[in-house]
């Protein structure tokens, strides 16, 4: 974590703008030195298994740290955070709004009026508040963010986001990339965000590579390039319109494996070069004797001797032969290394297990996790992996808390009355279930009333959005009770018909009685 003073941070301009720019270049080296271990390569031109050893061989290597990444990846942002409205309190109710109640209603049962009226007006701030959230996240598909916001931190141990307002008022929250991001908090308790710096290299006209520094404080958002102020935007969020998440510890999540990783992939070289060295093993003749000398006289020099080409080719034509003679007592034999592969293989069983045991990754070749067939046993398999989940929990819920704080205000700002302590943060685990059973949960604890409609479908694990479900309900039950309503009066219409038609009737037949009669 960076930390300094707010008028230290609002002192650097154009002139001492490479001062701060020294002061985040090594926490930017260690994060970019982090990814490439994770991608195993400098560039995204480059082969991830083009790393070679000190004579150019190419090596081979398992990227164990692009199998921990994914898999924490897939299992804390494999679904999107869930966000609710929870209804507000009293003290949230606009004390305007309040009091008009109170005195409108102060008549005989004021108090029941006004209740019913306050808790209509709840209901109301629970829908508004809850399709304005909701409309935001579709426009800024919360879901990729989301998972894109884990990968940085889980990787390179920080994630940023950057709010802004387009052109057509939309409020749009977008990634920076933590090998170019840092913030800088302050000195409270606790520490409080009070800017972001980002850095990143372009080229100027000259095909030149040049440094550019962006700062953003709560009042501008300041670029320099070259140490040059080339712009500076006026921020009217009267906040830092930033969110940081970042690792209290500083450690990625592959980190704490990386010593025996490297023991693993030395291993497996070693188990690759032993194997090579026997496909192309020395072959031992024993009482054969060559036609051709193995040295002649240097034609340049004849101090000296140099190999026998024809040497070279009568040993490759014996490699060749079909059959080979040899004298009396004579042998032929290959000159092979004797390789332990039970023991080595034992020694990487033994270090694929200190690896998933010191990231929390389950190892999914291990049988027993293939083998668990309920909840109670997979969720032992997955308990290391959720402790680390525990500490990244707490750190997007806040991270996430503070967005919505952000964009509330910002949203009040503009008029509505709306308080982000109202949302509720749930994030969910992507991880096997059976449906069928979740399904089956779900309705008998609604059933039961032990949970609301909104909570079961949430609960039931089917793909559906809940209140959007709930709101399809209800047009559906509208739809059929106007239909019911629209029956009822064709019938009870048809019957009225009917018996007009009847007093019609007897009417006439009386009537012809009664001139008969006569």
């Given at each position: 974590m960076l930390q300094m003073t707010v008028p230290q941070l609002k002192s650097y301009n154009a002139e001492n703008i490479d001062e701060l720019l020294n002061i985040i270049q090594p926490i930017l080296a260690h994060r970019v030195s982090l990814y490439q271990r994770y991608a195993r390569k400098l560039n995204e031109n480059e082969s991830m298994h083009g790393e070679k050893d000190e004579s150019g061989k190419e090596k081979r290597i398992i990227p164990f740290e692009y199998y921990i990444v994914n898999m924490m990846q897939g299992y804390l942002g494999g679904k999107a955070p869930m966000y609710s409205i929870s209804t507000p309190s009293d003290y949230a109710l606009s004390k305007r709004q309040k009091g008009f109640l109170e005195k409108f209603f102060s008549t005989i049962g004021?108090?029941?009026?006004?209740?019913?009226?306050?808790?209509?007006?709840?209901?109301?701030?629970?829908?508004?508040?809850?399709?304005?959230?909701?409309?935001i996240q579709r426009y800024n598909d919360d879901a990729a963010t989301f998972i894109e916001l884990i990968h940085d931190y889980i990787t390179m141990t920080a994630a940023y986001l950057y709010i802004y307002e387009n052109s057509d008022n939309e409020i749009v929250y977008t990634r920076f990339d933590a090998k170019q991001t840092v913030a800088i908090f302050d000195y409270s308790t606790p520490a409080n965000l009070i800017g972001l710096v980002r850095t990143w290299k372009q080229k100027n006209a000259g095909q030149e590579e040049i440094d550019v520094v962006e700062l953003i404080t709560d009042e501008f958002r300041t670029t320099y390039t070259d140490n040059i102020q080339t712009d500076q935007e006026d921020l009217q969020w009267r906040d830092i319109p930033c969110v940081a998440f970042e690792s209290p510890d500083g450690i990625a999540v592959f980190e704490p494996a990386l010593s025996p990783i490297k023991t693993y992939e030395q291993i497996t070289n070693n188990i690759a070069n032993m194997t090579q060295y026997n496909d192309s093993a020395k072959l031992i003749l024993k009482g054969y004797t060559f036609e051709t000398p193995a040295m002649i006289p240097d034609p340049n020099d004849d101090t000296k001797e140099i190999p026998n080409p024809a040497r070279a080719a009568e040993e490759a034509a014996i490699m060749k032969a079909i059959s080979l003679a040899v004298g009396d007592q004579g042998d032929i034999s290959w000159l092979l290394k004797e390789v332990n592969y039970d023991g080595l293989m034992s020694v990487l069983k033994n270090q694929h297990e200190l690896i998933t045991m010191l990231t929390g990754v389950p190892n999914m070749t291990d049988e027993a996790f293939s083998n668990a067939d309920n909840a109670s046993a997979l969720g032992y398999k997955l308990y290391a992996l959720d402790q680390y989940s525990a500490t990244a929990d707490r750190v997007f819920k806040k991270g996430l808390l503070r967005l919505w704080e952000v964009i509330t205000n910002r949203l009040n700002l503009k008029g509505a009355q709306f308080d982000f302590r109202d949302i509720v943060i749930t994030l969910q685990r992507n991880i096997p279930t059976d449906k069928d059973k979740s399904l089956d949960r779900a309705l008998t604890a609604y059933s039961g009333g032990l949970i609301s409609q909104e909570t079961a479908l949430n609960e039931s694990q089917l793909e559906v959005d809940a209140q959007e479900e709930m709101e399809r309900q209800r047009n559906e039950r509208d739809d059929d009770y106007q239909e019911n309503v629209r029956r009822v009066r064709e019938h009870a219409d048809s019957v009225q018909n009917s018996d007009n038609e009847y007093d019609q009737q007897q009417d006439t037949q009386s009537a012809a009685g009664q001139k008969e009669s006569a």
């Amino acid at each position: 974590m960076l930390q300094m003073t707010v008028p230290q941070l609002k002192s650097y301009n154009a002139e001492n703008i490479d001062e701060l720019l020294n002061i985040i270049q090594p926490i930017l080296a260690h994060r970019v030195s982090l990814y490439q271990r994770y991608a195993r390569k400098l560039n995204e031109n480059e082969s991830m298994h083009g790393e070679k050893d000190e004579s150019g061989k190419e090596k081979r290597i398992i990227p164990f740290e692009y199998y921990i990444v994914n898999m924490m990846q897939g299992y804390l942002g494999g679904k999107a955070p869930m966000y609710s409205i929870s209804t507000p309190s009293d003290y949230a109710l606009s004390k305007r709004q309040k009091g008009f109640l109170e005195k409108f209603f102060s008549t005989i049962g004021a108090e029941t009026m006004a209740q019913k009226q306050t808790d209509k007006r709840k209901r109301a701030y629970v829908k508004d508040y809850s399709e304005v959230l909701d409309y935001i996240q579709r426009y800024n598909d919360d879901a990729a963010t989301f998972i894109e916001l884990i990968h940085d931190y889980i990787t390179m141990t920080a994630a940023y986001l950057y709010i802004y307002e387009n052109s057509d008022n939309e409020i749009v929250y977008t990634r920076f990339d933590a090998k170019q991001t840092v913030a800088i908090f302050d000195y409270s308790t606790p520490a409080n965000l009070i800017g972001l710096v980002r850095t990143w290299k372009q080229k100027n006209a000259g095909q030149e590579e040049i440094d550019v520094v962006e700062l953003i404080t709560d009042e501008f958002r300041t670029t320099y390039t070259d140490n040059i102020q080339t712009d500076q935007e006026d921020l009217q969020w009267r906040d830092i319109p930033c969110v940081a998440f970042e690792s209290p510890d500083g450690i990625a999540v592959f980190e704490p494996a990386l010593s025996p990783i490297k023991t693993y992939e030395q291993i497996t070289n070693n188990i690759a070069n032993m194997t090579q060295y026997n496909d192309s093993a020395k072959l031992i003749l024993k009482g054969y004797t060559f036609e051709t000398p193995a040295m002649i006289p240097d034609p340049n020099d004849d101090t000296k001797e140099i190999p026998n080409p024809a040497r070279a080719a009568e040993e490759a034509a014996i490699m060749k032969a079909i059959s080979l003679a040899v004298g009396d007592q004579g042998d032929i034999s290959w000159l092979l290394k004797e390789v332990n592969y039970d023991g080595l293989m034992s020694v990487l069983k033994n270090q694929h297990e200190l690896i998933t045991m010191l990231t929390g990754v389950p190892n999914m070749t291990d049988e027993a996790f293939s083998n668990a067939d309920n909840a109670s046993a997979l969720g032992y398999k997955l308990y290391a992996l959720d402790q680390y989940s525990a500490t990244a929990d707490r750190v997007f819920k806040k991270g996430l808390l503070r967005l919505w704080e952000v964009i509330t205000n910002r949203l009040n700002l503009k008029g509505a009355q709306f308080d982000f302590r109202d949302i509720v943060i749930t994030l969910q685990r992507n991880i096997p279930t059976d449906k069928d059973k979740s399904l089956d949960r779900a309705l008998t604890a609604y059933s039961g009333g032990l949970i609301s409609q909104e909570t079961a479908l949430n609960e039931s694990q089917l793909e559906v959005d809940a209140q959007e479900e709930m709101e399809r309900q209800r047009n559906e039950r509208d739809d059929d009770y106007q239909e019911n309503v629209r029956r009822v009066r064709e019938h009870a219409d048809s019957v009225q018909n009917s018996d007009n038609e009847y007093d019609q009737q007897q009417d006439t037949q009386s009537a012809a009685g009664q001139k008969e009669s006569a």
